[in-house]
Structure formats: C-alpha cells, structure tokens
C-alpha cells in the first residue's frame, strides 16, 4: 500500500460495506449503515488529533486527564454524497465545524464544476477532514482540496468509503501530503468513470435519486 493510504479493515467496517454494495439493500438500510460505518472509519482518521490535558475531579482525586487540544477541526462535506458519511461524524464530534464543497462532475469529461464553497474560518489553526463516499477518478476530491488550501488549510485528511486505485494515485500525484483513509480500494474505474465492483452512486442510493 501506499504511504499515505490507510484501509480500514476492521471486520465491521468490512461487513456494513458488503451489506452496501448489495443492491437489494433499501434507502433506509444504506443511509443508516453509512452513518454507522462513518462512526467506525472516523476512529481512524481522527487517530492524529492533538491532545493536552486539565484538572479533573474524579470520585476519588484529581487527576490530569486527557482532552483535545486546539482549535476546533473541520469537517468538509463535498456535497451531496458526502453528507452522509458527515453526518456520522458528527455523532462522535458535534463540536466540529463544518463547511461544505459543492461539485457535480460533467458526465461528459468527468471533471469537477464548482457551484458553492462555504468553510469554516482558520483553516490553518484546524485539523480538516474532507469527505465524500467515492474516491473515483479524484478530480473533485483534487479540486475540492486545492480550494481548501487556497482557504489556508495545510493539515487535511481526506476521507472515502470506496477508493479506486485510479483516483488514489490522482491524489498522491496532486496533494502527496493528504493523508487517504477508506474502507476498499476496489479493482478500477469503468469507462462512465463509476468504481467497480463498487457499490453505485452513493448519492443515489442514500438519497432514492434515480
């Protein structure tokens, strides 16, 4: 594996992906096992955050205790399909703050289009996790961090359910610093530019949009 790639291969992360990639699963059952396989994936990906410690009054003593340090991180949705996995950090870290990307991919050239850019302030004093489900040809997972270093991130995660191998080297070769945590890295891209085996688009299938 590469470097900067991290597969999660916990064998819950593994059995809530099987169960995703099943097309018989409904909306209901793919939104709520993204929520809950985000819950496992954002264990890994926040494995990095600086800690410090305070005074704490347990019971029995005081004692220095462990908390996070500094500034809030930022979780970064590209939108729409990135919402889910989101959402299912938030459970964990509901004092994150949060900003969102909006790409769609010309069908066509299978590039990025940018309509909306909204993140947080201080960049550059957070952790930022970027999330989107698909890691396919890594053009708007490229676009979407360049933006965010042109906004003043330099410490960014970036986070996907699925990867293929042609979107992670797109992203080694654009932004070798980011570190990629994902679920799969599945066997390639077919010629609409959809992951295979893979598991559809997750928007779709999270959303009912068909």
Do not use: W
């Amino acid at each position: 594996m590469l470097k900067h790639l991290t597969v999660v291969d916990h064998p819950l992360v593994q059995h809530k992906l099987s169960l995703m990639r099943d097309k018989t699963t409904s909306t209901a059952g793919f939104r709520q096992l993204l929520r809950e396989i985000s819950h496992l994936l954002a264990y890994e990906v926040t494995r990095e955050l600086p800690m410090t410690t305070r005074a704490v009054e347990t019971p029995l003593r005081e004692i220095e205790a462990p908390v996070l340090a500094g500034k809030k991180l930022a979780l970064i949705s590209i939108l729409r399909a990135g919402n889910g996995l989101l959402d299912g950090i938030l459970d964990l870290i509901p004092s994150a703050r949060v900003g969102f990307v909006g790409l769609y991919r010309d069908e066509e050239t299978l590039k990025p289009v940018q309509y909306y850019f909204k993140v947080p302030e201080e960049l550059q004093d957070r952790m930022v996790i970027c999330v989107d489900p698909m890691l396919a040809t890594g053009n708007s997972s490229v676009a979407a961090i360049d933006l965010l270093k042109k906004a003043g991130a330099t410490n960014i995660r970036f986070l996907c359910l699925l990867a293929a191998p042609e979107g992670v080297q797109r992203m080694q070769e654009a932004h070798p610093d980011v570190p990629i945590v994902t679920a799969a890295v599945d066997e390639k891209l077919n010629d609409q530019g959809y992951i295979v085996p893979g598991l559809g688009d997750a928007g779709d299938r999270m959303y009912g949009t068909k």
